[in-house]
């Protein structure tokens, strides 16, 4: 009988052929996936002509040029050339061409490239998104996703785990966003350093897919490794007939150890917003409608999915933003932009005067479509608030959800749908 | 490994954003990096780096995105080593694998002013503020990494290993 386990060490433990894991222990696994993009690739594929000439099976190495494509500049092109090339070069079958691309983190759930049980490693922090769907899945640098690429293989220091019970009801507006803002907040930016953050409680469970991926998407924000959430009904009504690869889904035995279990009253969770310049400089929304935005950014691989599209939409319809706002929405990739269309979001976004992007990780990092000038401050639906980090040093990012973003956008400042005028003949607008 | 050099410190949680701004991240060209290393964070710090200093910062050192081209710049820029109370996860191994010194130290971070002179015996761990005369011992490395950086890198060790 191995020792009890939580569901970060299993999956690990699988992948090393292992009996059993425990926190600590330096284990070589063998990779379902290996990810990179359009900054990260071309470092990574000069590490894998370091060691091979092939990589070690074209059907599991991802690659998916989204940070600066459509491309931005000449350097940018040439890099996306490279990994262009690269993808046909290997015969590598998960490449995504401008067209068929999106935001990485948004694009492989969708196209059920990554299921339960999987372990996954990227070259872009954010691969911790994946969480959700109850696989194992870590950032890594351009050096260990070519070794990857190379080998298949990676090391790891097996985590302890952080496991979070949010238990209760989440009050109406109250979003995944919120919850893990309010969590990072709760233990800092590096509060779960070196660690796995495991996600459960009813709270959790009553939440869509959508809203998960975007909790699990910012477990790196608190400096963790992981952030799992248990499969159940939802993710298996999500991932079947999606996932493109058998699933296994593995959960925490009821006496496994956890490095600390911390419990959360669900009616705690207020809308939350992240101040300059840590994800975890948190503040309730409510508190925060003195600060002028000049720039409202809604979409990224933390809440550019469809949910996060209608929540803004719900907020937006019938309404016109702030004529000193630019408010930039990006659905995260090219279904979800469909989709946007079929439902009449576009024309909400557009009657809204919202500018409307093609997908992009552009303006959250601070490469193209919607740059910050000296002084100005954004609302954004992304995923950090660093320095610099949506354009000139001196500017400033807020973090929140969908609909606090589009509000805000429609206000001026800071605030909540509720403090919005009701609009006028709803029911035409319909 | 040994270095000396001058100490550049800083606080905690510098990010990789401030290390190296995504707006010159469509290039991985070590020199070009090195020439926006922490330029927000600190202006400056490109003109009056010299080869050979110290990087001194509090926790959480390169927190934040996973781009290599944080560790690269840095390298570039001229710093061998960099001392932290902690560093963030993901560039703690890109600093391993692209042969960037780095050694948790509380106590030396405490204790070591910008401007000193600090030299680093970094087989043996141990880190003297030549200013001061001061002595640190810092974390050592698990064996497992310390193979890593004796082959010379990630990459080297599986060259070595696939003969």
Known sequence: MARPMTMAEKILAAHAGLDEVEPGQLIECDLDLVLANDVTAPIAIKTVREITDRVFDPERVVLVPDHYVPNKDIKSAEQAKIVRD???????????????????????????VVGAGDLVIGADSHTCTYGALGAFTTGVGSTDAGVGMATGKAWFKVPETIKFVIDGKLAPGVTGKDVI????????????????????????????????????????EAGGKAGLIPVDDVTRAYMDGRVERPYTAYYSDEDAEFARVIEIDAADIVPTVAFPHLPS?????????????????????????LDDMRQAAAVLRGRKVHPDVRCIVIPATQQVYRQCMEEGLMDVFLDANCAVSTPTCGPCLGGYMGILA???RAIATTNRNFVGRMGDPTSEVYLSSPAVAAASAVLGHIGLPDDLEPVACAADAE | MEFKGT??????DVDTDVIIP???LNTSDPAELARHCLEDLDAGFVEKVAPG?????????????SREHAPIAIRAAGVDVVIAKSFARI???????????????????????????????????????????????AQPFPPFIREIIEAGGLVNRWKARLG
Do not use: K, W
Request: charged share 20%.
């Open chain 1, 281 to 305: 400089n948190t503040r309730p929304v409510a508190e925060a409608r003195d600060v002028r935005i000049d720039q409202a950014v809604i979409g990224s691989c933390t809440n550019g999915r």
């Open chain 2, 91 to 137: 560039f703690y191994r890109n600093a391993i694998n692209t042969g960037l010194a780095i050694m948790e130290c509380p106590e030396a971070v405490d204790a070591i002013a910008d401007g000193d002179v600090v030299s680093v015996d970094a087989d043996a761990g141990v880190i003297t503020d030549e200013t001061t005369g001061q002595t640190f011992t």
């Open chain 1, 181 to 220: 803002l309010h969590i990072i907040g709760m233990i800092g930016v590096d509060g779960a350093l070196y660690q796995a953050m495991e996600f459960t409680g009813s709270a959790i469970e009553a939440l869509p897919m959508d809203e998960r991926l975007s909790i699990s998407n910012m477990a790196i």
């Open chain 1, 86 to 112: 690269f993808a046909r070069e290997q015969g590598v079958t998960h490449y995504y061409e401008v067209g068929c691309m999106g935001v990485e983190h948004a694009l492989l759930p969708e196209q059920g």
């Open chain 2, 53 to 65: 200093d110290i990087i001194v910062a509090e926790e959480n050192f390169g927190c934040g995105s």
């Open chain 1, 374 to 376: 000296a002084g100005e």
């Open chain 2, 7 to 12: 100490v550049h410190r800083y606080g905690r």
């Open chain 2, 22 to 24: 995504a707006r010159y």
